[in-house]
């Protein structure tokens, strides 16, 4: 099964900007279709970003025109921008192999106001 690393999280003032990437042990996540989530304190886990095998991508609402997903299958990491964050973007962000792979550790992002 393939493992999954998360990295580039932190702490940011909101405006700020973030790069998270997600880095894979295997070639497979070039076959696989790939997704963010985040999971903030008391909520339910959600997917914000995803990107097909075709480059196609999709966003939830909140992150649209701030937020973007890319891959590079060379390096098998899938990298999520995040620019003009904002206090309520403040979560634990974990990649996954879509639809229904297993999960990285998480990188916490936190944006102050």
């Known amino acids: 099964q393939v493992q999954l690393v998360e990295s580039g999280g932190g702490s940011v003032q909101a405006g700020g900007s973030l790069r998270l990437s997600c880095a894979a042990s295997?070639?497979?996540?070039?076959?696989?279709?790939m997704g963010w989530y985040r999971q903030a304190p008391g909520k339910s886990r959600e997917l914000v970003a995803s990107?097909?095998?075709?480059?196609?991508?999709t966003y939830v609402d909140s992150v649209k025109g701030r937020f973007t997903i890319s891959r590079d299958n060379y390096k098998k990491t899938v990298y999520l921008q995040m620019n003009s964050l904002k206090p309520e973007d403040t979560a634990v962000y974990y990649c996954?192999?879509?639809?229904?792979?297993?999960w990285g550790q998480g990188t916490q992002v936190t944006v102050s106001s």
């Open positions: 295997g070639s497979i996540i070039i076959f696989t279709n």
């Open positions: 990107i097909t095998t075709n480059y196609i991508t």
């Open positions: 996954r192999v879509l639809p229904m792979g297993n």
